[in-house]
């Protein structure tokens, strides 16, 4: 059995078929006729282009073609720069020196006016004797308190506890010349010019009871 497409095709050729040769014919009769009509010098002949010369230019024919699709090159990425961090040591202030000023001491004015008092030397005391007995006695009381105690007044005997120039037992004695006796040879020196008056008269007879006994 024939089946509707394959007689379906059939009808088709039947109907294309004449219409296409009769096409050809009548395409082929206006070709003729045109050309009959062409005046022989419509061509130009064509020159042939020498080696080597640069082709002619192209002529637009007006037909916009499809341009290819750029290619999307992806954008390379830049590490941003980070801020550098870099630790500076503080410098420590260092100290001022002050110049502190001092305090001012108050000066105190005394109204009363105070005298020192100075101790006699051992010179003053001969000067005392001197000026008392004259230089004849004086020769004589100088050897014999010499022999004492060398005119120091501090010379203490440990043996008899006599003491001072001029070797009072006790030393204690010398207070009614003065209360200063321990240390001042001049208070020393008018208790012993007392004692000598009293005792010898002089101070020549004092030493020659020295000479003889050995004290006085």
Not at 171 to 182: N, S
Request: proline share 12%.
């Amino acid at each position: 059995m024939i089946s509707q497409r394959s007689v379906l095709t059939v009808a088709l050729a039947g109907i294309v078929t004449p219409a296409i040769v009769l096409g050809y014919g009548q395409a082929n009769a206006e070709d003729a006729a045109s050309s009959s009509s062409i005046p022989p010098n419509a061509f130009r002949p064509v020159e042939a282009r020498p080696a080597g010369s640069a082709p002619p230019p192209m002529v637009d024919s007006g037909v916009l073609e499809p341009s290819p699709s750029p290619i999307v090159r992806p954008t390379p990425r830049v590490p941003t720069a980070r801020p550098r961090v870099v630790a500076v040591a503080t410098p420590r202030p260092r100290p001022r020196m002050v110049a502190v000023p001092k305090p001012r001491t108050p000066t105190v004015v005394s109204k009363t006016t105070s005298t020192v008092t100075r101790v006699p030397s051992v010179a003053d005391a001969k000067a005392y004797a001197l000026s008392r007995i004259g230089s004849t006695q004086y020769s004589c009381l100088d050897r014999l308190w010499t022999r004492e105690s060398n005119w120091n007044p501090y010379s203490y005997n440990s043996s008899s506890g006599a003491y001072g120039i001029p070797q009072a037992l006790p030393g204690d004695k010398m207070a009614i010349a003065g209360a200063d006796w321990r240390t001042n040879p001049v208070t020393q020196v008018k208790w012993g010019l007392s004692y000598i008056a009293n005792h010898y008269g002089t101070a020549c007879s004092a030493w020659a009871h020295s000479q003889n006994y050995g004290w006085y």
